[in-house]
């Protein structure tokens, strides 16, 4: 059993705590079982080794010894009653806290940049197109009808770009097919023109003829009348 003492007890001792720490073991009565500085002594003479003997079985506690403060974290072996407690100088946990702060207010920082920069491009993704179809909806309204929108893609945005492609179709069909009835109505307008002029030689005609009988009718009574 003093063997296995003496190796937990060198194990310990050799322990490298971060942030200046170091490792504490007390028996029952408060001897220092593992400590870097007095192994063996009575350490109950210090208040704040009284108080892990008189609270909880454990907890932390702050106190100010050999000009730093220092924090003791603490719990207890209860079948044995031993205490085992880290120390740590208080200004070192302290700036490690702040440097972690610190860390963290950079990384917070990164990803609300990074964070801005994705919402910017993806909101510009999505603005994009909507411009460049207001671009060739303004060259429709000024007559350009041979506009076409090169957007496919698989969202609202293309679906609205194939409508659009799908409504100047529509238009160029319709204005074709007025432009066909137009040149119908100005050829049915000529044929009548035509008919027009035909009609009123045709009439000019009979009209001379008519004359020409009645003139002929008069000198025929005329001369019956000698």
């Known amino acids: 059993i003093d063997i296995e003492l003496s190796t937990l007890m060198n194990n310990v001792s050799q322990t490298k705590l971060s942030h200046g720490g170091y490792p504490m073991i007390l028996d029952a009565d408060?001897?220092?079982?593992?400590?870097?500085?007095?192994?063996?002594?009575?350490m109950k003479a210090f208040a704040f080794i009284e108080n892990m003997y008189s609270g909880s079985e454990e907890g932390v506690i702050h106190y100010a010894h050999e000009g730093f403060n220092r924090v003791n974290i603490f719990t207890t072996i209860s079948e044995l009653g031993w205490k085992i407690s880290t120390v740590y100088d208080e200004n070192n946990i302290i700036e490690t806290a702040i440097?972690?702060?610190?860390?963290?207010?950079?990384?917070?920082?990164?990803?609300?940049?990074?964070?801005f920069i994705v919402l910017y491009v993806s909101i510009s993704r999505f603005i994009r197109p909507l411009h460049l179809l207001n671009g060739h909806m303004d060259a429709v309204a000024q007559g350009d009808l041979t506009v076409r929108s090169d957007i496919h893609s698989k969202d609202e945005i293309g679906a609205l770009s194939a409508n659009f492609n799908?409504?100047?179709?529509?238009?160029?069909?319709?204005?074709?097919?007025?432009?066909?009835?137009?040149?119908?109505?100005?050829?049915?307008?000529?044929?009548?023109?035509?008919?027009a002029e035909e009609t009123k030689a045709s009439s000019e005609e009979v009209a001379h003829a008519v004359n020409e009988i009645a003139q002929g009718s008069a000198r025929s009574a005329e001369d019956d009348e000698t």
């Open 30 to 42: 408060g001897i220092a079982i593992v400590h870097p500085t007095s192994p063996g002594e009575n």
């Open 99 to 115: 440097a972690l702060q610190n860390s963290m207010y950079l990384v917070a920082f990164i990803t609300l940049v990074l964070f």
């Open 166 to 195: 799908t409504m100047i179709e529509s238009m160029n069909n319709l204005i074709g097919v007025v432009k066909e009835s137009a040149a119908d109505v100005r050829n049915s307008s000529e044929n009548l023109n035509a008919v």
